[in-house]
């Protein structure tokens, strides 16, 4: 090893490295000289650009804060976008909305249509002179010169606004308006307006000023559940876009606003106010005189009388939704854009229902401060077979039943006694009317007082607050007994449960969900209540049976494409249900629903503050949900489930059943037939009054000293009960439960029920 290495190998390497520091040394001080020798001559070069002085200050400092400034805006700007952009993702963006839909109900006969026919379309140059300069005099005066937004324009929009106080005109260009009208919705946000100012900048790069026009009049709503200017043609005047008058041209100009507010089958004063302003902006934009308008003026339009063509707007606005989601399913490959759909409606239970709806709320509305309601009816495989989303579509065209989520109160209780079942508890299974606790919530029941022991059928016939409220804590002591927060795991199974019948809202997790304080949809609720007559099978709400295209090819048909009946609960326990809750109509807070020979079931529900009020039922042929409130949350005057609701049900499930073979609901049988009306004067005075002729009346007033006064009744014959009890058991005789007289105190008050705490649901 010795002779091997070399003797001097150690210097070697002391050299070697001494060699690489010093070339490194070397390099970086060469490196260093040069990069100051660059520096120094770049500072000698731009001292020959040195400003300064005044001049500095003037020219100089702004255009390198404008630069900064510039630089970050274009950065803020892009994030901006990015939301915007999206929305432009999808490659057949143009042909979103290019659907052209004709309605049949499920018999085959037309009932209305949604949509555009984009290849039927007129072309541009066809619409006549006086419709496109009334458009663009109204809607966008400088939309050839602009890019999209008009600076001016918005600018003159502000000052407008801002001296009225309010919104008076708008800053929108015809650009800004299609873009929304194509990617975004009508909310009225701060992210709305700024990504439909980028995509209008998109859309002005994409498309031609014509095309956009073209179909900026193709698509904007024009009321009267049309869109386009040609269907608002021929809807209010029975003619074509091409052939309409300078008078009928300003009154469509003037829908754009506002189409509901002006529409002339609604409102004709109002819509020749509004046109009157449209030939004012004519003559003030220099596209016509005096002159030429002061025909259009001495002769407004006439619109066709429409009032008598109920179109079930509400319904078609879901199903035009449906089919859009449904046209998303086809192949990429499929390009067809023309439809006919045969929908599940039955226009006589859609007019029961509309009628049903109306006749209450104008005879009750005022009396119990209810403004609106909503109905949806189902038959048992998920079909829509009526649905109400409002009292007037032309003065609103939100769809309650569909979009607008309100609490349940004591009808979500359904899918916590299920659940109870599902987990070992029976219908006769006992449980404690009393005190209880979770954190600082406490449900209370109406006058503060508790009905002993009771069965899980009297529990849900009497709506009890606490039972369900216990009932998720057993629950959950049954699931995991150790666990040091049952209630919360009692209502995660509730949720699983509810998810299981097709309640897709949200149901976030708080101590108040048994007693229905989380929010949910009419159609969803209405929907999920078919798996108790269906054996346990959970259906999925649809209003499409079968689409063909123009020409008749079938397309899609829901009993061979659509999703399939899943079991979400057993038989058994969806006939024990039945049983439970056909209590609730013949002995409970719902004989107003009763149907005389029919087979029913349902739960009532009423929330705080009597902000809500529900009842929904079934039978065996139909499942429906009715809803009153009011849009802004504010209090009804007591309205409860068992008051308009229940009576609403009765009288749109009456004509549902009309000409219908009646089935029986598996638990319940074929139901009880009703006594008949005697003839007799005599005979009718002392007979029982009939259920079903019972009405609503206007709603009980009971003032706080009547109220305290029937407290204290209450709690005297508790008293009272309690005494008995003592005295019977001290005889050796076997004693009637406290509840019982509680019970009696206060037989089925509906009318009477009061909150169950400041953030409860109410009983009902």
Not at 9 to 14: D, E, G, V
Not at 424 to 436: C, Y
């Amino acid at each position: 090893m010795v002779q091997i290495s070399p003797s001097n190998w150690k210097s070697r390497i002391r050299n070697f490295f001494l060699d690489l520091d010093a070339r490194i040394d070397s390099s970086l001080f060469s490196s260093a000289k040069g990069i100051r020798e660059l520096y120094e001559r770049y500072s000698t070069f731009m001292d020959r650009f040195y400003v300064g002085r005044w001049k500095r200050w003037v020219f100089i400092e702004p255009l390198s804060e404008a630069a900064t400034i510039g630089l970050g805006g274009m950065v803020l700007m892009l994030i901006l976008a990015i939301p915007a952009f999206r929305e432009t993702a999808d490659e057949d963006w143009l042909k979103k909305s290019d659907l052209a839909v004709t309605f049949l109900d499920r018999y085959g006969n037309p009932i209305g249509s949604r949509g555009i026919k984009h290849n039927d379309s007129i072309p541009l140059e066809d619409f006549p002179d006086v419709l496109i300069k009334a458009t663009l005099a109204t809607e966008d005066r400088r939309f050839y010169e602009h890019f999209g937004i008009d600076i001016a324009g918005t600018a003159r929009a502000l000052v407008t606004n801002a001296q009225a106080g309010g919104v008076r005109q708008g800053g929108s260009s015809i650009t800004q308006q299609l873009a929304k009208n194509l990617f975004l919705s009508n909310e009225r946000t701060i992210e709305r307006k700024i990504n439909e100012a980028f995509l209008a900048v998109w859309l002005e790069w994409r498309l031609t000023k014509n095309e956009i026009l073209k179909l900026y009049l193709d698509r904007a709503y024009m009321g009267g559940g049309t869109f386009g200017v040609d269907g608002a043609a021929h809807f209010y005047f029975n003619k074509s876009a091409r052939d309409v008058t300078l008078a009928e041209a300003a009154m469509l100009a003037g829908l754009f606003k506002a189409p509901t507010k002006y529409a002339p089958h609604i409102n004709l004063p109002a819509a020749r106010a509004r046109a009157n302003v449209v030939l004012d902006n004519l003559v003030d934009a220099g596209f016509m005189t005096e002159g030429q308008v002061f025909g259009a003026r001495r002769n407004p339009a006439f619109a066709v009388d429409r009032r008598d063509e109920a179109s079930p707007n509400y319904y078609l606005d879901y199903a035009f939704d449906e089919m859009r989601k449904l046209v998303d399913t086809f192949p990429k490959s499929y390009t067809e854009r023309v439809f006919v759909v045969r929908l599940a409606i039955d226009t006589n239970v859609q007019k029961a229902a509309e009628d049903a709806i109306e006749n209450q709320l104008r005879q009750f509305g005022r009396d119990y401060h209810a403004t609106q309601a909503a109905t949806v009816v189902s038959d048992l495989d998920g079909g829509i077979r009526a649905m109400v989303g409002g009292r007037d579509y032309g003065a609103s065209q939100f769809n309650r039943a569909t979009d607008a989520y309100r609490q349940p109160g004591s009808s979500f209780k359904p899918y916590v006694y299920t659940t109870a079942l599902l987990n070992g508890f029976t219908p006769n299974s006992v449980v404690v009317d009393g005190p209880v606790c979770i954190g600082n919530w406490c449900p209370q029941n109406y006058g503060h007082s508790y009905s002993g022991s009771v069965t899980l059928t009297q529990a849900i016939t009497r709506s009890i607050n606490v039972v369900p409220v216990k009932l998720s804590i057993a629950i959950g002591q049954k699931e995991q007994p150790k666990a040091p927060n049952p209630a919360k795991i009692g209502r995660a199974k509730i949720v699983e449960v509810a998810r299981r019948f097709g309640i897709k809202a949200p149901l976030p997790d708080t101590p108040s969900l048994p007693i229905g304080s989380d929010e949910v949809t009419v159609l969803e609720h209405a929907v999920a209540y078919a798996t108790f007559p269906n054996r346990g099978k959970a259906v999925t709400p649809h209003s499409v049976l079968e689409v063909r295209t123009g020409a008749g090819d079938l397309v899609w048909r829901w009993d061979r494409d659509g999703p399939k009946p899943r079991q979400a609960i057993p038989a058994n326990i969806a006939a024990d249900m039945a049983g439970m809750m056909s209590h609730v109509v013949s002995e409970g807070t719902a004989r107003r629903a009763a149907l005389d020979g029919i087979p029913t079931a349902g739960k009532t529900g009423t929330t705080n503050a009597y902000r809500d009020a529900w009842f929904v039922g079934y039978t065996g042929n139909f499942t429906c949900a009715v809803w009153y409130g009011n849009d802004d949350y504010s209090p009804t005057n007591r309205m409860t489930g068992g008051s308009l609701p229940a009576q609403t049900w009765h009288d749109i499930m009456v004509a549902a059943h009309q000409g219908v073979e009646i089935r029986e609901i598996p638990g319940i049988g074929m139901g009880q037939k009703l006594p008949p009306q005697p003839r007799d004067a005599n005979a009718q005075a002392s007979a029982a009054p009939k259920v079903l002729e019972t009405k609503p009346g206007p709603p009980p007033v009971l003032t706080k000293r009547g109220a305290d006064i029937l407290v204290r009744v209450e709690k005297l014959l508790d008293d009272a009960a309690k005494t008995a009890t003592k005295s019977t058991a001290n005889d050796s005789q076997p004693a009637k439960p406290a509840s019982s007289t509680s019970a009696l105190a206060f037989p089925q008050n509906y009318a009477a029920e009061e909150n169950a705490g400041a953030s409860t649901p109410r009983k009902n």
